[in-house]
C-alpha cells in the first residue's frame, strides 16, 4: 500500500474533507476566506489555495469569482477530476466490546467471500478495528471510502461524526438513533427458537447462561428466552437465568480460547446441585456450552440423560463437535455481512432512496447429542 506524501496543507485538507463529508459546513454559505484560513493551518496562501484546489477537483468545493468558496450539494457533486482516486471502497469497521485480536480472527473467518464478491463488482474492500480512544481510521477520516460496515457498540459522537455521511449498515448492536440499515443476525431469534423446541421436547424448566451479560448480542438472546418463556406460560425464575459478565481488559472483552474451556462451577452449582432443578439448559453459545457441559459433569450430572444442553454457533462448522456433538442453533453471521454489504451497494446505486430499513436473519437449526425428550411416551394399545 502506497505511503501517503504529506504537504505543508494537508491538515487543513484532510479537516476540510472530514467537515464537508460529514455535513459540518454548511452548503449555502461561503467557508473561511484564504486569510482566515491562513491563520488557523498557520500555512501561506499558496498552500490554501492548494489544498482548496484538492478539494475542487474532488467535486467537494467550487470557487466562485467575487464571491468565495462554497461548499457543492451533495446531490450535485462530480465524481473527482483529478484521478486521484479511482478505485470504490467498502470498509468495515468493529468497535467495542470486541477486541483488537477478536477483529482479526473474524476477518480471517467470515470475510473471505465476501471480499472476492465486492472486488467482481469494482469495490476495494479495507478493515479496521476503532478502539475506546475513538480513534477514526485514516481513510475514514480522508473521506475516502464509499460505504461502511460496522458492528460493536458505536458512540453516538463517533456515528454522526464519521459514519452518518455515506451509505452505511450496522451489524447487530441495534441504535434506533442511528439513521441507517440494520441486519439482525438471530441473536433474539436463536433464544426464542431454543426455548419453543425445548417446550415441544417436554421440557419446562429452561435455564439460560451467558458470561456476556451486558453486551447486546447476550440481551437480545435473553429477551428471545424470556418472549417464549412467557408466550409458553413458564415460569421465568431469576436464579435460572445465570448472567454475569466475564473479564475484559480496558473496556474490550479478552480473547478466549476454545481448546480452554473456564470453570463454571461457582455459577452453576447453586441452581444444579438442588432439587427442582432445571431439565435443560440454553447456552449463549457452543463455547459455553462447553464450560458448562464440563461443570456439569463434576457435579454427578450426565448429558443429557440428567440436563440437555442446546447452544449456538457462529461458524460454519462449530466447535467441539466431535466431542459433544451439541444440540444448538446456527446464526448466519456469514450471510449477515454478506445482506449487509447488499443493502449498501443498493444505497451507493440509488443514493436518492431512503434507504432505512432493518432485516432478521433467522437461525438455522442444528440435530445433535445433548438434548433429551421428556415427552410422555405413549402405552400401546392392544
Same mark, same amino acid.
Given at each position: 500500500m502506497p505511503r501517503?506524501?504529506?504537504?505543508?496543507?494537508?491538515?487543513?485538507?484532510?479537516?476540510?474533507?472530514?467537515?464537508?463529508?460529514?455535513g459540518l459546513l454548511p452548503e449555502s454559505k461561503p467557508i473561511w476566506s484564504e486569510s482566515v484560513l491562513m491563520a488557523k493551518y498557520g500555512i501561506g496562501r499558496n498552500a490554501v489555495r492548494a &489544498?482548496?484546489?484538492? *478539494?475542487e477537483a474532488e467535486g467537494l468545493l467550487k470557487r466562485v469569482h467575487g464571491s468565495g468558496t462554497y461548499v457543492v450539494p451533495?446531490?450535485?457533486?462530480?465524481?473527482?477530476?483529478?484521478?486521484?482516486?479511482?478505485?470504490?471502497?467498502?470498509?468495515?469497521?468493529?468497535?467495542?466490546?470486541?477486541s483488537e485480536k477478536t477483529f482479526q480472527l473474524n476477518t480471517e473467518t467470515y470475510f473471505q467471500n465476501l471480499t472476492f464478491l465486492l472486488r467482481q463488482d469494482g469495490y476495494d474492500f479495507q478493515m479496521a478495528h476503532v478502539g475506546l480512544d475513538g480513534q477514526a481510521p485514516e481513510i475514514l477520516r480522508q473521506g475516502k471510502v464509499d460505504g461502511i460496515l460496522f458492528e460493536g457498540e458505536v458512540p453516538k459522537a463517533f456515528y454522526e461524526r464519521h459514519i452518518r455521511p455515506y451509505p452505511c449498515a450496522g451489524i447487530d448492536f441495534i441504535d434506533p438513533e442511528f439513521h441507517c440499515s440494520w441486519i439482525e443476525s438471530g441473536k433474539f431469534?436463536?433464544?426464542?427458537? &431454543?426455548?419453543?423446541? *425445548?417446550?415441544?421436547?417436554?421440557h419446562r424448566r429452561i435455564a439460560f447462561l451467558t458470561d456476556e451479560c451486558r453486551t447486546w448480542p447476550a440481551m437480545e438472546f435473553l429477551k428471545g428466552y424470556?418472549?417464549?418463556?412467557?408466550e409458553s406460560g413458564l415460569e421465568i425464575r431469576p436464579e435460572w437465568e445465570i448472567c454475569w459478565m466475564r473479564q475484559a481488559t480496558d473496556g474490550e472483552l479478552d480473547n478466549e480460547s476454545p481448546l480452554m474451556p473456564r470453570?463454571?462451577?461457582?455459577?452453576?452449582?447453586?441452581?444444579?446441585?438442588?432439587s427442582g432443578r432445571p431439565t435443560a439448559i440454553i447456552c449463549f453459545d457452543n463455547w459455553r456450552a462447553v464450560s458448562t457441559a464440563e461443570a456439569l459433569n463434576r457435579l454427578g450430572l450426565k448429558i443429557p440423560d440428567d440436563v440437555s444442553i442446546i447452544g449456538n454457533y457462529t461458524r460454519e462448522?462449530?466447535?467441539n463437535s466431535d466431542k459433544y456433538h451439541f444440540t444448538c442453533f446456527h446464526i448466519r453471521m456469514k450471510e449477515s455481512y454478506l445482506e449487509g454489504c447488499r443493502l449498501l451497494?443498493?444505497?451507493i446505486r440509488s443514493p436518492h432512496v431512503v434507504h432505512e430499513k432493518t432485516i432478521r436473519l433467522n437461525p438455522v437449526f442444528t440435530p445433535g447429542l445433548t438434548m433429551k425428550n421428556m415427552q410422555p411416551k405413549e402405552r400401546k394399545t392392544r
Open positions: 501517503k506524501t504529506y504537504h505543508v496543507y494537508t491538515l487543513m485538507e484532510d479537516d476540510l474533507r472530514r467537515q464537508i463529508v460529514a &489544498a482548496i484546489g484538492n *478539494l451533495r446531490f450535485q457533486r462530480k465524481h473527482p477530476r483529478s484521478g486521484r482516486r479511482k478505485s470504490k471502497t467498502i470498509l468495515y469497521l468493529s468497535f467495542p466490546p470486541f431469534a436463536a433464544g426464542e427458537s &431454543a426455548v419453543k423446541y *425445548l417446550v415441544r421436547q417436554g424470556r418472549s417464549a418463556m412467557l470453570d463454571f462451577l461457582d455459577y452453576l452449582k447453586p441452581v444444579f446441585a438442588s462448522k462449530h466447535q451497494l443498493e444505497q
